[in-house]
C-alpha cells in the first residue's frame, strides 16, 4: 500500500531531478497507476521504486509511459468526428490555412484520423497538424504511423459511422502483422514534445482537440490548461474535449458557444 504523502514526495523528486510536473494530476488516478507498475514491475517497497527512478534515468521513461495515460484508437466516438466533418471543417475550410493542435496526442490514432477527414474535405493540401505530448516515446510511434493490423477492424468500423467516404484501407499498407499510414498523411504532421503543465502557447490554431487528457488533472490544472488553450485559439476557432470534459465550469466559459452534443465549442469573443 503507498500512503499520500509518499506519492507526494515521489512527485517532488521527479519536479526536482527531471523537471516532470504531476503535483496536479489526480492523485486517486496517480495511486492506482503507481500501484500497477509496483506490481507489473515486482517492487517489494515504495522505497525501492523511489531509490529506481531517482538513480536510474532509463527507468524514468517507463515511469512516465505507465503513470500518462496512452489510451487512444483512429475516430475513437464516431459521432464526434462526423460532427468535425459535417460542422467544423466546412467552417474551417473558407480559410487560406488551417492549424490544428492535437493537445495530448499519444501514440497519434486520433491525428492520423483528422489528417484522413481533411483529406476527404478536400483541405489536407492547406493545413498542418500540430501533435504534441509529454511522453517521447509514445510521440516516437506517431511519427512512424505504424499500428498494429489487429486493430484496423475497429478502426475501420468507426471510420464508417464517421462518414467515411473512401475504402479505408486505401490509406495503409499492411506488412508481416503491421499497417503503414500514407507519407501523404504524415508529411503535415509536426510531432513535439510539449507539457500542458508547464509550457506556453506556441502558435495561433483554428482547432484544438483535447480528449480524455483533462479528467487526470485536478481542478486547478484543468482551468490552467484550458486558458491556455484558450490563449492558443483564434478568433471563431473550435475547442474538441473528452466525453466527460467540459468547459463549463471554466473562467473562459462565457467566451464559447457549444455545439450541439458533441464535446466541440467555438470561440464567439
Known amino acids: ?55 536510474d534515468p532509463t527507468y524514468l521513461q517507463r515511469f512516465v509511459e505507465e503513470i500518462t495515460v496512452n489510451v487512444t484508437e483512429m475516430f475513437r466516438d464516431p459521432q464526434f ?23 495530448g496526442c499519444s501514440t497519434g490514432e486520433e491525428v492520423y484520423s483528422m489528417a484522413i477527414l481533411l483529406k476527404e ?41 464517421s462518414g467515411g467516404i473512401q475504402d479505408f484501407s486505401s490509406y495503409y499498407t499492411a506488412h508481416y502483422g503491421q499497417v503503414k499510414f500514407r507519407e501523404e498523411l504524415s508529411e503535415k504532421m509536426i510531432f513535439s514534445t510539449h507539457n500542458l ?17 483533462l479528467i487526470y488533472f485536478d481542478k486547478d490544472l484543468q482551468e490552467t490548461v484550458l486558458r491556455l488553450f484558450d490563449e492558443s485559439l483564434g478568433s471563431l476557432g473550435y475547442l474538441a474535449l473528452g466525453s466527460k470534459e467540459t468547459l463549463k465550469f471554466s473562467s473562459v466559459a462565457a467566451q464559447y458557444r457549444q455545439l450541439n452534443r458533441e464535446k466541440i465549442w467555438r470561440k464567439i469573443h
Open 1 to 55: 500500500m503507498i500512503e499520500e504523502d509518499e506519492i507526494t514526495i515521489l512527485l517532488s523528486d521527479l519536479f526536482e531531478l527531471y523537471g516532470y510536473d504531476f503535483t496536479n494530476y489526480s492523485k486517486a488516478s496517480l495511486k492506482r497507476r503507481i500501484l500497477r507498475l509496483c506490481s507489473l514491475d515486482k517492487f517489494p517497497s515504495f522505497a525501492e521504486l523511489r531509490y529506481r527512478i531517482k538513480s
Open 81 to 103: 468526428y462526423k460532427t468535425l466533418r459535417t460542422e467544423v471543417l466546412p467552417s474551417l475550410g473558407s480559410k487560406p490555412f488551417i492549424r490544428i493542435w492535437h493537445a
Open 121 to 161: 474535405s478536400n483541405l489536407l493540401h492547406k493545413s498542418l497538424l500540430y501533435a504534441t505530448d509529454l511522453n517521447p516515446t509514445v510521440l516516437e510511434k506517431a511519427r512512424k504511423g505504424i499500428f498494429p493490423l489487429q486493430h484496423l477492424k475497429q478502426y475501420s468500423e468507426n471510420y464508417i459511422l
Open 197 to 213: 503543465v508547464s509550457d506556453r502557447s506556441f502558435n495561433e490554431f483554428d482547432l484544438i482537440l483535447c480528449r480524455n487528457v
